[in-house]
């Protein structure tokens, strides 16, 4: 099964700092989301990645995925607290079209 | 963006009852849907695919005889938690996509269970 390790698991940031979120793949990735989760509530969907060495931004969070489509990371510049919240990433493998979720990364910014 | 409508986001109910979530797809029609469970602090667990027309796919682990999911239209489906006990509480959220393979998946808003 796809296993999906996110690192880290929780971050505290001042506001206005930079910071990133890993997120890591047993497998060769079909798809790779981002969304981002107040808890409890739905998901906001960020980005969704395919091609090996992608990346795509939006407005101050850039997304990138690596060239073997294993690893993923997501980027936040200037953050806000806005931000804050759970951001996790999914997967589709090949040939299915299920999507699992990584571990989750708890971002809190502190002003 | 395509809708993904959930019902009801909150439920409290007596140990030993049953109850049922809807999802419904708005503007899309889905074949597959899929269903999750979030515990507190902890990530979405995909519990089963909802498949129109036939039976579930149930996840390692998921009792399906507990979890009863129906998927009769291509815009509904259900999950209904038989039984349920306190340890059945948790946040369900279902998603579909409208369309097959990759692309984003639309996301229910949410369902608060909690088994008093």
């Known amino acids: 099964s796809q296993e999906l390790e996110q690192s880290p698991q929780s971050l505290i940031v001042q506001e206005g700092k930079n910071l990133t979120i890993n997120c890591t793949s047993s497998?060769?990735?079909?798809?790779l989301y981002w969304y981002k989760q107040k808890y409890g509530e739905g998901l906001i969907f960020l980005m969704m990645?395919?091609?090996?060495?992608e990346e795509k931004s939006h407005e101050k969070i850039t997304a990138k995925l690596d060239e073997k489509k294993q690893q993923s990371s997501l980027h936040i510049t200037a953050s806000q607290p806005s931000h804050a919240g759970i951001y996790l990433c999914g997967a589709v493998p090949f040939g299915n079209e299920k999507l699992t979720f990584g571990t989750g990364t708890r971002l809190t910014i502190i002003p | 963006g395509a809708v993904v409508s959930q019902h009801p986001s909150r439920v409290i109910c007596k140990s030993g009852t049953s109850v049922k979530i809807e999802c419904r797809s708005l503007d899309f029609q889905a074949t597959t849907m899929f269903w999750y469970r979030q515990f507190p602090k902890q990530s979405l667990m995909l519990m089963a695919t909802?498949?129109?027309?036939?039976?579930?796919?149930?996840e390692q682990g998921v009792e399906k005889d507990k979890f009863l999911i129906n998927h009769a239209s291509l815009t509904l489906s259900t999950l209904t938690v038989t039984s349920a006990h306190p340890e059945d509480s948790s946040f369900y959220i279902c998603?579909?996509?409208?369309?097959?393979?990759?692309?984003?998946?639309?996301f229910g808003q949410g369902t608060r269970l909690t088994v008093v």
């Open positions: 998603s579909a996509r409208p369309w097959t393979g990759v692309g984003e998946a639309f």
């Open positions: 497998k060769t990735l079909y798809g």
């Open positions: 990645l395919q091609k090996g060495g």
């Open positions: 909802s498949n129109e027309g036939s039976k579930a796919t149930y």
